[in-house]
T-cell receptor, first 112, second 113 residues
């Protein structure tokens, strides 16, 4: 099993729908992140969390919200999806000292 | 603001060739630098992590070097194979924090049989 698991892997939805992407990890890391990847724009940080009670906005948090349900679980929500949120979304984890990031396989979201 | 640039954007080589991928960053005050591999439509796989106090790291046919003073890192791939075909990304974490990676846009490598 993967150390960082994302669900769903693919999702097609319509404008205005609420969407939740879920991430769970077995690496025992405190830090978790949500990134978005778009062609030509690279990877951009949406939200990050250092522990269950510490959640921070990244560079493109507008239109997104997150929930850290437990050390191992971090979910990303789009309250009202819009077409320009069509992208590949990645969850990642890291420990504190080394800072090495480990990524999930990604969730491809298409908003029609 | 830290900016990370990877050159070239794409590279095509014959199998067996040794090659170098380049990564440059604008602020030399970094905590670490990480190289990743990404296959099409897949997640990122960590290849090598270089801490700011290190000059290089090696894993198998891969060797990554770091020169903070010049704001550069290189990823050397020896004896390239078709299975090495992927996009390679570098990312830096600024000094004073170890969470906000800044990514380059990657180099798309194609190794031809």
């Amino acid at each position: 099993d993967a150390d960082v698991t994302q669900t769903p892997r693919n999702r097609i939805t319509k404008t205005g729908k609420r969407i939740m992407l879920e991430c769970s990890q077995t690496k025992g890391h405190d830090r978790m992140y949500w990134y978005r990847q778009d062609p030509g724009l690279g990877l951009r940080l949406i939200y990050y969390s250092f522990d269950v009670k510490d959640i921070n906005k990244g560079e493109i948090s507008d239109g997104y919200s997150v929930s850290r349900q437990a050390q191992a679980k971090f979910s990303l929500s789009l309250e009202s999806a819009i077409p320009n949120q069509t992208a590949l979304y990645f969850c990642a984890t890291s420990d504190f000292w080394a800072g090495e990031l480990f990524f999930g396989e990604g969730s491809r979201l298409t908003v029609l | 603001k830290q900016e990370v640039t990877q050159i070239p954007a794409a590279l095509s080589v014959p199998e067996g060739e040794n090659l170098v991928l380049n990564c440059s960053f604008t602020d030399s005050a970094i905590y670490n630098l990480q190289w990743f591999r990404q296959d099409p439509g897949k997640g990122l796989t960590s290849l090598l992590l270089i801490q700011s106090s290190q000059r290089e790291q090696t894993s198998g046919r891969l060797n990554a070097s770091l020169d903070k003073s010049s704001g550069r890192s290189t990823l050397y791939i020896a004896a390239s194979q078709p299975g090495d075909s992927a996009t390679y990304l570098c990312a830096v974490v600024p000094g004073g924090s170890n969470y906000k990676l800044t990514f380059g846009k990657g180099t798309l490598l194609t190794v031809n049989p």
